[in-house]
């Protein structure tokens, strides 16, 4: 392999945690953020081009294997509906995102280690 061979490789790693089924990874995190930012689990999907359906799924999966709730929220009605992250859900998702980013630090290393 040359040189400029190996400077057009590039690598992907999707980090996941769980107890049994692979539910909480990278798009789990994202659809949490958002749901952060927006207050409401329809409009995180909407954001990721998803059905709402979808995304309660997503949601529930990570839960039921987690085993506590990630997120907790009030359907729509009049005034509409509003979503926020437990506690429990908030710190599980700042611990997911701190691990994933050193992860990727090493990950970075390792990658120039061993093709550069």
Request: proline share 1%; charged share 30%; hydrophobic share 35%.
């Amino acid at each position: 392999m040359t040189e400029e061979d190996r400077k057009s490789l590039n690598y992907h790693s999707k980090i996941k945690v769980y107890r049994k089924e692979m539910n909480f990874g990278p798009g789990t995190a994202q659809l949490m953020l958002l749901v952060e930012q927006t207050g409401s689990l329809s409009a995180a999907c909407k954001e990721m081009k998803m059905a709402y359906s979808k995304g309660w799924k997503i949601v529930k999966q990570a839960e039921e294997d987690l085993g506590f709730a990630l997120m907790k929220g009030r359907r729509g009605g009049e005034r509409g509906g509003h979503t926020v992250l437990t506690e429990d859900g908030k710190e599980f998702l700042n611990r997911y995102l701190q691990f994933a980013d050193q992860a990727e630090a090493v990950l970075d290393q390792l990658f120039e280690q061993f093709f550069f």
